[in-house]
């Protein structure tokens, strides 16, 4: 039987996809071969139907259960004998398929890499003594860690040339930059291998990006589109996707949550209901959709920032398999990439760190881009592209261009007077004739130093992120990138290619360093004000302004060493009206589960230390709970809220004058710690909801005091 009579006999198609026969031959000829091919081109044919033409077993590493399942019924079903050996079937269901496996009635056999060589297994041993005619890796860029999803179980896979050195080996994955595709092949060690690089354009995709504002209203107002088509929408918490699944089924739509902390049983049956479409939505984390074969979803939505391309690219490609014309839509905030740099930064390793950096800030370039996406995806995997692809948002809007020369100009002289030795930030400083103490003196000297003082910092980060994309300026590698020179720069500097560039649509980039700011807080105060107000018989402003209002709203401090950072508290003010304001700011903190954002204010000039009753009033808690007070003791002595003397004792776990194992057991210590370190402490809620009812916001706060110990002290006591 050929391949092409194999393909109409068991797939009912007559002709081969993308380079499927080539990738075919080279397996049936005893080749090793790498294979890339975007999702839905159709990567496991390549080592089924070879499986179904080749005289022996055929072995398949794949990473999860629910995947291994799906393909084995779809197999069995077009009448190619498969089965899988995992944790999930019971010995005699195992014993069952052993014996089915000596029998030659098997021509596919579904593992976990750990399943194949996990310490003290005969598995391995077994295997060899059958005749295997072929080893295929799925999802290749796991044994990776440059990555989007490297698995440590993969690395076991380094020694499967030495198990089984004569059988030829396929490696399969949709995504994988020049990098990670390298680190495969060293890693496989795999013999000569042929490489077979698909086309990643999936013409029928169309890619959006929107500012994200309101997501849900945006996302509802997107599925109002859809309401009966099938999608997925990913999102960064597993607490998140419970959530929006249930706020979506109050407005109507039948959708399920799925993440890695469900049980299998809910897992399996909400994948089920989805491939069924006896669900339309999936609400999921990154841990759903590898290797599902759902041809019909429409639509994905990403309602965070992917951490990478190689991720953002694969999980997009889960829409659309059947060909018809699908959507991608992902909201973006730059708050989002700020989150998200914490994960990036892997502990004890440097190169990893930089690189998953940088595959971060190639997803924030993705989401900024004023040219065509696609051609930004397709380059990114070394695919060349036409400008325009006419289906994705940018190209499909009315962008105003300018002639933006005189622009392009300062920046290229600058990055030229500065030889090409420092990064974007230092030579925006230096165009707007920046007074930052950091800046060279000789560097003030510079012709170019000033000369673009007539635009903000948000239009000269955005001109030089389109001056690289255009291919003007580049990006160095290494720890501390910096800007340099192109081939392209020498004739605009000397007046000899003209640059366009794309008018700003909104003043909204000029507002992305701003922390949002709590309505309802400032709500809250304001209605304090007016009281005070009432009282002194005064206008509003002139208690406090509502600059100083927004400000509390936004950089909820918590203390009254960190009030006196929030402008408009002079001295009197403070010692007048602080703890007031402070109570409420605490307290609905408290109520909403946030933390201080003080540490987010660009930074004041030090203020002496306030030498009244109010600024002691923390001093007053302490002295208090030293002689043995309870907190609940304290509050009643100074008709205080319980949770404001809480917050006055926190300030001494930051000052180290109070052990934290004062609020919290030791032993819980590392496990909220880790939570922080990998999510951040910007929002308490979703560290309560990932550590669960066993954790209170109190042992929470307590912890992120103790953690901001030493930076505390460095920025607010000396």
């Known amino acids: 039987m050929t391949p092409a009579q ?46 179904v033409l080749l005289d022996g077993l055929t072995i398949v590493i794949s990473p999860l259960i629910a995947l291994m399942k799906d393909q084995v019924d779809a197999l069995n079903v077009t009448g190619i004998p498969a089965a899988y050996l995992n944790s999930t079937q019971s010995s005699g269901e195992q014993q069952a398929i052993i014996s089915r496996l000596k029998n030659n009635e098997i021509k596919l056999l579904y593992l976990a890499p750990e399943r194949l060589f996990k310490t003290g297994n005969r598995l391995t041993e077994f295997l060899q003594s059958l005749k295997v005619s072929l080893i295929a890796i799925d999802e290749a860029h796991c044994i990776s860690h440059w990555g989007h999803d490297f698995r440590p179980e993969y690395l076991m896979l380094a020694g499967l040339k030495d198990a089984f050195p004569a059988i030829p080996v396929i490696a399969l994955t949709a995504t994988a930059d020049q990098l990670t595709r390298k680190d495969i092949l060293e890693k ?24 994200k504002k309101n997501s849900l209203n945006q996302l509802l107002a997107f599925l109002d589109q859809h309401k009966d088509d099938s999608g997925i929408i990913y999102c960064l918490s597993r607490q998140s996707t419970e959530d929006l699944a249930a706020q979506l089924k109050k407005e109507g739509f039948l959708a399920e949550a799925y993440h890695a902390g469900l049980s299998n049983d809910i897992k399996a049956r909400n994948q089920e209901a989805f491939l069924r479409d006896e669900v339309r939505i999936i609400v999921a984390t990154i841990a759903f959709g590898m290797g599902i074969n759902k041809s019909n979803v429409r639509w994905v939505v990403h309602m965070d920032l992917p951490k990478n391309i190689e991720g953002y690219y694969q999980e997009t490609g889960r829409a659309g398999r059947d060909g018809l014309p699908s959507d ?11 989150k998200l740099q914490n994960f990036a930064r892997i502990e004890g390793n440097e190169d990893q760190s930089r690189i998953m950096l940088r595959k971060l800030d190639d997803m924030v370039k993705f989401c900024q881009l004023t040219t065509c996406r696609r051609k930004y995806l397709l380059n990114y995997f070394n695919e060349s592209f036409p400008d325009t692809c006419g289906s994705c948002d940018v190209c499909l809007s009315d962008y105003q261009k300018f002639d933006g020369t005189l622009i392009a100009q300062k920046a290229l002289s600058a990055v030229a007077r500065l030889k090409e030795s420092f990064g974007s930030g230092y030579v925006i400083d230096i165009l707007r004739g920046s007074n930052n103490s950091k800046l060279r003196p000789e560097h003030k000297q510079l012709k170019t130093y000033g000369i673009g003082a007539d635009l903000s910092k948000a239009d000269w980060q955005r001109y030089l992120r389109e001056l690289i994309t255009l291919g003007y300026l580049k990006v160095s590698d290494g720890a501390y990138p910096v800007l340099m020179l192109t081939n392209k720069s020498e004739a605009v500097l000397k007046g000899q290619q003209t640059v366009e560039l794309t008018l700003s649509q909104t003043t909204e980039e000029e507002h992305h360093e ?7 807080l400032l709500s809250r105060l304001k209605t304090i004000r007016t009281e005070i107000a009432n009282q002194e ?79 002691n009033t923390r001093n007053d808690s302490f002295e208090l709970y030293k002689q043995g007070k309870t907190i609940a003791e304290i509050a009643q002595l100074r008709e205080l809220n319980p949770q404001t003397i809480e917050n006055h004792l926190y300030q001494f776990i930051q000052t180290g004058e109070l052990e934290v194992t004062t609020f919290v057991a030791e032993s819980k210590i590392p496990t909220i710690t880790d939570a922080i370190e990998s999510y951040g402490a910007e929002r308490l809620a979703p560290l309560k909801e990932i550590l669960g009812d066993d954790y209170s916001y109190t042992e929470i706060k307590a912890v992120v005091a103790w953690m901001n110990r030493e930076q505390f002290t460095r920025r607010f006591l000396h």
């Open 6 to 51: 194999a393909l109409q006999k068991y797939y009912g198609y007559s002709e081969f996809r993308h380079k499927q026969e080539e990738i075919i031959r080279q397996v049936l000829n005893g080749g090793d071969a790498m294979v890339l091919m975007p999702t839905g081109g159709g990567k496991s044919l390549c080592y089924q139907l070879p499986a």
């Open 188 to 211: 496989l060690a795999l013999h000569n291998p042929a490489q077979f690089v698909s086309s990643f354009n999936r013409a029928n995709i169309t890619y959006t990006v929107t500012p």
């Open 328 to 338: 991608a839509l992902l909201f973006y905030s730059p708050g989002d990439a700020f």
């Open 514 to 520: 701003a922390l949002p700011h709590e309505a309802e």
């Open 537 to 615: 018989n005064v206008p509003a402003y002139i208690i406090l302004s509502d600059a100083t209002l927004l400000e509390l709203a936004t950089y909820l401090p918590q203390s009254m060493d960190e009030l006196k950072y929030i402008s408009g508290f002079g001295e009197v003010k403070l010692a007048k009206y602080g703890e007031l304001f402070l109570t409420t700011v605490v307290n609905y903190c408290d109520e909403k589960g946030l933390v201080s954002q003080i540490k987010n204010r660009p930074v004041k000039r030090e203020r002496k230390a306030i030498k009244t009753s109010s600024k």
